[in-house]
């Protein structure tokens, strides 16, 4: 089961809701993009059968009604896009959930717990702050109050948005209390496709600290004044950006430190920096050694700056745990690999997930396929079919498993 | 002789002209503020009944008639500031040499050669480029048409700036030729202030060389991407800015290097830099040592890109070699100021100034007084009135005597 060619034309016309010029697609949150593309996959829901919910935060599921009062086996991802977005982020896992139940259905597979598609508000972050959105207020770790009040980058509120594209439900935040969580995604980073390997059996994902460093140093006449009697905040920012990947070298992978943003000011040739901000990303699976990272840099920044007379503050851009997914499920995404002849490999994921939220609160794990030079948020996003396949191959395989397949053939 | 009082109430005055709201003043070259203050200064020529000349790129001199037909000996520097200019950089050094004309002239002074007073036109190049323009282009280090189609911040040229606030003159390229030139200047930096020391006697002008380098890496998630597999910009850019300042460090005075600029792309907190732009000013007396500096700065460059799977491109913005002033002339300068009682020092300047211009063509020196702090180029720039005087007395009796002073009192 699962119908390849059906998967890849939903995949490409949901890409065409919102399409760019040079190809890719832009739905950012909330937007009349989104709403077009929640009506195109919720209309597909509808031919199903299925029952469609939509709570108050958008957040929109259907289910495939059983025999039973179980709860449902939930598989799940989001629609939005960055403002560059491909055509698999988010979308795969919810097109490759909706092919799953409309492949049982064909094959009159029948299951104890019922199987459910999910998509969820607001993954990308890229209109809201914060990215996760939906997923948190469904899984009750993100205020529903607060997360209306956001203001987006045009000033619209989450609330507003949702009113503007009609895309509020009626459903209270923890109507979708899911048995277990599955979630098909791309891996938006180089390792499988380097490796050669044909699955990801994720593990969980990478705790992420982002930390804002502003340095105040004196602006100075670059041809006048001596070296030791400058207070140079760019020299500074650059001592903190070599620490970070001293800190990343020495820790060993899984650790990664990355300076993504710097600016100097006055940002003149010939004067030394009066100032200079930069932000360091740090992420591990391991919270007592991302913990430790942090401690290092922090220390290291503060020794820099006041070496060279310089006075430094920072600030805490986001910080999350690491989050393990469950070990059962993640042991049954590689038994089923195996089973099905994929090559596979355990790893975390290093960007967020809808997966993540769900994690605490009933058994979540996530399956990764290869992203062509591993680019994502980029027009440029590829997955070949094969992958493509293999992903909902393998999420039919385990989602059945869980939902308990009671007759017809297994994928 | 020299009249404190009333070169303050000029240097307050002259700041008048463009004063900025919170103090300071901007009078960018060849704008009617750089216009009003061509004719106040000019008036006071005037009144002292010099005789005053305007070159074609707006230079202007004025000339104590003298017995004979030697050539002058002329004290000069600018009177346009940047935008955000002070009272002193430059304004001293034309107001100075005007007070000890009007000084010599009041206590019935006579020289063999004629003492002159200059200003030279956009010597800050905060408008136009290059900086030094009048006075290279008086020097004949400057072709006069290439300047004139110097295109400014604003879009015009200096030709029609020249124009427009009618500071063009009919004295050809060549007119001033100077037996001797002598610049009093402040500091802008902060040796004379930090050590005490109450003159600088200039023995040249440090060589610089300024370069832009460019890196070209590859954008890549900070989460999903191992550090291994990376090609961050950002890194290299860190890594050059941290070798120029080693290279200041192991090369010692007066070798000194900045990096003023540098930023990011696409400047994102999550996403590795796939481009970073920096730029490096280095600066020394020694055109050997300034020479090496560059070549183990490249270098390193190249390997630091290439090490990490980047390209590097680097791009020269400036390259002047280093200007040693007439060793007579600056001899002359520190016995002076012995005799004066003046403690002083040698040392080169940071910065450039007209004098370099004429160095090459007729013994050339500098007198540097110091500055509050450093600080130059800002509006909170100032030099003590004990400092103006010292600065002046010297300028004074350096001038006279290399005038040949014939009769009347010693300064």
Redesign the interface.
Known sequence: MIDLDRLIARIEQLGQVGALPGGGCKRLALTPEDAAGRALVTGWFRDLGLDVTTDVIGNTWAIRPGPGDLPPVVMGSHIDTVATGGLYDGTLGVLAGLEVIESAIEAGVETDHPLAVAFFTNEEGARFAPDMMGSGVAAGALPLDAMLASRGIDDATVDEALTAIGARGDAPVGALSPAAYLELHI?????LE?EGVQIGVVTGV?G?S?TEFTVKGR?????????L?RR?A??V???I??EA?AI??DFG????????????SP???????ERATL?V?L?NTDETRLAGAEARLFAFAEAAARDEGCTLTRRS?ARFEPVAFDAKLVDDIATAADRLGYSHRRMP????HDAQMFAPFCPSAMIFVPSRD?I??NIEEYTAPEDLERGARLLADVALARAGCRKGPRA
Request: glycine share 12%.
């Open positions: 891996e938006q980073g180089p390792v380097s990478q992420i982002w602006s100075a006449h670059a041809g006048t004044t001596p070296m009697m140079d760019g020299h920012a650059a001592a950006a070599m990947r990343a070298t992978p899984p650790q990664v430190a990355t300076v993504g943003r710097m600016s100097l940002d003149l040739v010939n004067v030394v920096p932000t990303d992420r851009l994921s290093g960007a967020g591993g994502s948020h």
